[in-house]
């Protein structure tokens, strides 16, 4: 293992010295300081020739896992192989995860000797992470001098939201595709559109009384209504979340309340308020909630003021709309009190021992942490 060789702040104050006395002595005619001088520059100069020769080292670097929830177990991993015979390697390493760079504890490496050295890469934001790359630095004589070795490329550590185990959602609940407030009773199912029919289609949902009228075979589009839509809105507007870390919160309950939703079949939507993120995702499509998470991941607080982004009709069964503690709470009252069942969940630092108010139609859930707001929404949601 080869590297840049510089002089260290001490090796070039040592030169700069030695320079000097040499200097002052041969001006002077003061053989003792000439000599001074001249051992220090000589000192330097050996540094440098003790990095001349590689490092008898192999290393490697790698970064497992690439996807990680926030505030999840992600290590970068150091392999260091000694192929020296008699002496014992010192090494010092440095990695840069984003812009900071995280020192790395290195054991001095021993002849013939072999250490893997971990160490965590910090997950406490979401989105992509630049990690690397990795410097190694091995010290001269008296650490006067140091090689430089850049190690590894840089690779990238997807860092998503956290998803927390959710009951679900409230059975049976369903608004209707005509809009009307309504609740459909477990069982049976619930029309909510027509189509034509298409060679293949099974005949027992032939809807006999318009294919009569139009004289088309019309087949019937039925909804379990077991199986609610679930929209979640969050609020991205950075007026409301007035603490970072209270938006990484809200986000983590949205994606917990949407992988609940998706894991046990129902249609979900995503909807940031300022509009950045529609996701929708049909019953059935688990293979999908990768690709909220994707979208939760890089979803960042937006300066636009103004009403929320509107919920479409048909998927007005459950609304959950996830809010900062500074929210202005009205506008996402009346967009929640349009469902069927609507929730207003307040991430809110001084939640107080009463989380748990009602405001017409629309339940409001107070937490301080994410973990507050999803046992709140099996208590009182999930019945």
């Known amino acids: 293992m080869t590297g840049r060789i510089r002089l260290t702040a001490r090796g070039a104050g040592a030169g700069l010295l030695g320079g000097l006395l040499a200097g002052l ?23 440098v020739g003790s990095l001349l020769l590689p490092a ?29 015979r008699r002496l014992a390697v010192q090494l010092d390493a440095t990695d840069r995860v984003g812009a900071d760079p995280v020192g790395i504890d290195v054991p001095p490496l021993r002849p013939g000797e072999r250490n893997r050295v971990e160490y965590p890469i910090p997950t406490a934001r979401r989105g992509l992470l630049s990690v690397g790359p990795l410097v190694l630095r091995r ?25 927390l185990p959710v009951r679900g959602l409230p059975s049976g609940a369903r608004r209707g595709h005509v809009g009307a407030d309504e609740r459909v009773e477990r069982g049976g199912t619930d029309l909510v559109g027509l189509r034509e029919y298409i060679p293949g289609d099974d005949l027992r949902r032939l809807h006999w009384a318009t294919s009569a009228r139009t004289g088309t075979l019309m087949i019937r589009e039925d909804a ?35 992988t609940s939703a998706i894991s046990a079949g129902h249609p979900v939507r995503l909807l940031a308020a300022s509009g950045a993120v529609d996701v929708e995702v049909p019953a059935g499509a688990v293979e999908d909630t990768d690709l909220v998470l994707a979208a939760l991941a890089e979803l960042r607080l937006s300066d636009l003021a103004g009403a929320p982004l509107s919920v479409p009709v048909r998927d007005l069964d459950v609304v959950a ?3 900062g503690a500074a929210a202005d709470p009205g506008p996402l009252l009346l967009e929640a009190g349009r469902a069927a069942v609507g929730v207003l ?3 809110d630092p001084t939640a107080g021992p009463a989380p748990l108010s009602a405001v017409g139609t629309v339940l409001v859930l107070r937490g301080a942490r994410v973990e507050e707001l ?10």
């Open 224 to 258: 379990d209504p077991a199986r609610p839509h679930l929209a979640v809105v969050l609020d991205d507007r950075a007026g409301g979340h007035p603490d970072p870390d209270g938006f990484e919160d809200a986000v983590d309950v949205a994606a917990s309340l949407l």
């Open 345 to 347: 969940l307040v991430v």
């Open 374 to 383: 999803v046992t709140a929404w099996d208590t009182v949601v999930v019945r």
């Open 139 to 163: 010290r001269g004589l008296a650490g006067l001098t140091e090689a430089r070795t850049v190690l590894g490329e840089v690779v990238e550590v997807r860092v998503v939201p956290r998803v």
């Open 321 to 323: 709309v996830v809010c």
């Open 25 to 47: 002595g041969i001006w002077w005619n003061y053989p003792g300081l000439l000599g001074f001088g001249v051992a220090l520059v000589g000192l330097a100069l050996a540094a």
């Open 56 to 84: 008898p080292v192999r290393a490697s670097r790698s970064v497992r896992p690439r996807t990680v929830q926030r505030l999840g177990s992600c290590t970068g991993t150091l392999e260091l192989t000694s192929v020296a």
